[in-house]
């Protein structure tokens, strides 16, 4: 079974910090990775996805993440983090075998302090 | 172009009664999928449904149930809740397989 874990549950950090959340994932396959972002209030918005190629991948809001498969690792990492960077950020992971179906890590909440 | 609808918004439910839970995909997306949000469980996945057929099942009990119509609209039921069942329902359309979701803004379920 495939499984995602998040090593930081809150983390707080000043603006203009640089940030580096942790996810890495269990699967016995080739996948697609995925970090998704949940405003206060808002619903669940993608920030940036792996399908193949350039293991570091830009997305927006300067977020970017790096796929390193020997670790089953995709970190996601922004320079200079923003107040408005405030949100819960989630690692997700997509077996190429399993449709649409995606396992979520749990989560990693990120406040920004102005 | 529209995002992923999802009704209602709110419910409140008594404990025994059963849930009907509506999603309408993004124009031209075939498949919608179901995850339950809670506090303690996080993100979970429900099912996955593609052409009108259920592609992926979660762990889930067979209380959970959905269906898709031939528009992709997509319906999720829960028989017999239980207050553990409160939770928030998220769905996601994609537009074919291995694509990205895209999701609602869910329907927040509470069990009395």
């Known amino acids: 079974a495939q499984s995602v874990s998040q090593h930081n549950h809150h983390v707080i950090l000043s603006e203009a910090a640089s940030l580096e959340l942790g996810c890495n994932y269990s699967y016995g396959g080739t996948v697609n990775l995925f970090w998704y972002v ?29 796929f390193i498969k020997s670790k089953f690792s995709f970190n996601l990492r922004k320079p200079s983090v923003q107040w408005s960077d405030t949100a819960e950020y989630f690692c997700a ?12 890590g749990g989560g990693t909440r990120l406040m920004v302090k102005p | 172009k529209a995002g992923v609808t999802q009704t209602p918004r709110y419910l409140i439910k008594t404990r025994g009664q059963q849930v009907t839970l509506s999603c309408s995909p993004i124009s031209g997306h075939r498949s919608v999928s179901w995850y339950q949000q809670t506090p303690g469980q996080g993100l979970q996945f429900l099912f996955e449904y593609f ?48 694509t990205e979701a895209f999701f609602g803004q869910g329907t927040r379920l509470t069990v009395v």
């Open chain 1, 38 to 66: 949940q405003y206060p209030g808002q619903h669940l918005q993608l920030l940036l996805k792996y399908f193949s190629g350039d293991p570091l991948v830009k997305g927006i809001k300067g977020f970017e993440a790096e």
């Open chain 2, 51 to 98: 052409s009108e057929t259920q592609r992926n099942k979660g762990n889930f009990p067979g209380r959970f149930s959905g269906r898709q119509f031939s528009n992709s609209r997509s319906e999720m039921n829960v028989s017999t809740l239980e207050l553990g069942d409160s939770a928030l329902y998220l769905c996601a359309s994609s537009r074919s397989s291995l």
């Open chain 1, 93 to 104: 992971v997509n077996g190429r075998n399993a449709g649409n179906m995606l396992t979520f």
